[in-house]
């Protein structure tokens, strides 16, 4: 009992000086308070408000545009097109040692090639099928892009050294000239009379293959074979990459490019 006493006598002590430290702290604040009169008028201003100006949204290069309103291309669209859904490819079919090639699922498992710790695709292709884009007013559909090792065999086994495989090829037609084709290796011909004339004008090598410094350009028929990502009705361009910008050298397929850059998701 008379420890209880004890503690709470404590306590009641403690509390009061507590308190007592506080009175006493509070005392030697007001002493040394100072107190200064302002004065103001009401025209006072401290400063102004500027109202800024309305400015409206920067524009893009492509932005004024009768195009503006399609898609601008970017590396997304050149994603690999495999799929589980596709049907196996039976092989050897004659041979009693029954084999069957299976198709990748593309985006959905694996990236685009890697460089510098980034997905890449070439930009070169990307700036053309853009000016494609703005001066035909007409949306280009990308059929093939990048391919994988495996979507690669897939679709046609005998291209094992595809540039299609390290983002350095494109196949495409432009919705609406599908039957003025011709009309779309003239804009091609512009580009690099017009933006790019350090890479040479693009001449007529064969009936139906155009060639400069920086690509190889050919135009497939629609009645030739295609590979299984171009069985369309149409005829469609063929773009290959024969020049590197940013390198200065020339661009070859890279079996280490198409096989050990491509993560897995």
């Not at 009309?183 to 933006?195: A, L």
């Not at 001449?203 to 293959?209: A, G, I, L, W």
Request: with cysteine; glycine share 4%; hydrophobic share 30%.
């Amino acid at each position: 009992m008379n420890v209880k006493v004890l503690f709470i006598a404590l306590s009641l002590l403690l509390m009061s000086c507590s308190g007592l430290e506080r009175s006493e702290k509070a005392k030697i604040k007001s002493l040394n308070v100072q107190k200064e009169k302002i004065t103001r008028s009401e025209d006072d201003i401290a400063y102004h408000l500027v109202t800024p100006k309305k400015r409206g949204a920067k524009a893009y290069f492509w932005g004024n545009k009768v195009a503006s309103n399609l898609p601008k291309i970017t590396k997304e669209y050149f994603r690999c097109k495999g799929s589980y859904k596709n049907p196996p490819i039976h092989l050897h079919k004659n041979s009693s040692n029954e084999k069957y090639l299976l198709d990748c699922n593309g985006f959905d498992e694996h990236s685009l090639p890697v460089k510098d710790e980034k997905e890449y695709i070439y930009p070169a292709l990307i700036e053309l099928l853009n000016y494609v884009q703005e001066n035909s007013l007409k949306q280009v559909v990308i059929t093939c892009g990048h391919r994988c090792p495996k979507h690669n065999l897939y679709t046609e086994i005998n291209a094992t050294r595809s540039k299609h495989l390290i983002g350095a090829e494109v196949d495409f037609y432009v919705l609406g000239l599908q039957a003025q084709i011709g009309n779309v290796v003239e804009i091609i011909k512009k580009y690099y009379e017009n933006r790019h004339k350090e890479y040479g004008p693009l001449v007529n090598t064969t009936s139906n293959s155009f060639e400069n410094k920086e690509i190889r350009l050919k135009v497939r028929s629609s009645k030739e074979q295609k590979d299984l990502d171009n069985q369309h009705p149409y005829p469609y361009i063929t773009i290959e990459l024969k020049y590197d910008r940013d390198t200065k050298k020339a661009v070859h397929y890279s079996w280490k490019i198409s096989h050990q850059s491509v993560m897995k998701w």
